[in-house]
C-alpha cells in the first residue's frame, strides 16, 4: 500500500526509438505513474522518461487510469501488464440478493496464468468474496511507483 493518497495517471510518450536494424522509427508508449495531481504526473513521467530516452520526446496524454491498485511482482519474467476486472460480491441485506461490483486492477506478470496466480496470492489474504470477471494484456510499458524504482531490469533505450 501507498502511504500517500496518490491517484495513477496513464501517460502517452511520443518519440524517435531506434530499431534493431538501426533505423529511427516515431514510437508510442504506454506508462503509468503515480501522482497527486495532473502536474505533478506531468513532471515525473517527465523525469522518468529523461533517463530512458535520449532526444526528444513528447507527452501525448495524460489521463487518471482507471485501477483501485496495482499488483507487483518481484518475478524476473513478470515484464507485462495486464489489467483485471474482479466482482466483489455481497449480499444485499433487505433484498437478500447477490450484489456485484466490479473493481480494476493492473496485474504484473510474465503470462497470463501469472498474472491470475498473482490475483489470487493478493486476494487469498482477504476475507471478501470475489470473482475474476476478466484479464487482459495491456499495452503499458512500465508502472513507475512513487518513491520507487521501476521493477523492470531492462536497459535504456538510447537514440544513436
Known amino acids: 500500500m501507498r502511504s500517500r493518497t496518490a491517484i495513477w495517471f496513464e501517460c502517452k510518450i511520443a518519440y524517435e526509438k531506434v530499431m534493431e536494424d538501426g533505423l529511427q522509427k ?8 503515480d501522482a497527486l495531481s495532473f502536474t505533478e504526473a506531468e513532471s515525473r513521467i517527465m523525469e522518468e522518461m529523461s533517463s530512458y530516452i535520449s532526444g526528444e520526446f513528447a507527452i501525448e496524454d495524460i489521463k487518471i487510469a482507471s485501477y483501485k491498485e496495482i499488483f507487483f511482482s518481484e518475478e524476473e519474467m513478470a515484464d507485462r501488464w495486464y489489467k483485471a476486472k474482479l466482482q466483489f460480491i455481497t449480499i444485499d441485506e433487505k ?47 512500465d ?17 544513436g
Open 26 to 33: 516515431k514510437v508510442k508508449e504506454n506508462y503509468v505513474v
Open 143 to 159: 508502472v513507475f511507483e512513487y518513491g520507487k524504482q521501476p521493477v523492470q531490469n531492462d536497459k535504456p533505450e538510447f537514440e
Open 95 to 141: 433484498t437478500e440478493k447477490e450484489k456485484r461490483s466490479n473493481v480494476n486492477y493492473l496485474v504484473q506478470a510474465g503470462t497470463l496464468k501469472g498474472a491470475v496466480n498473482n490475483i489470487e496470492s493478493v486476494m487469498g489474504t482477504t476475507m471478501i468474496d470475489y470473482v475474476i470477471a476478466s484479464v487482459a494484456e495491456t499495452t503499458l510499458m
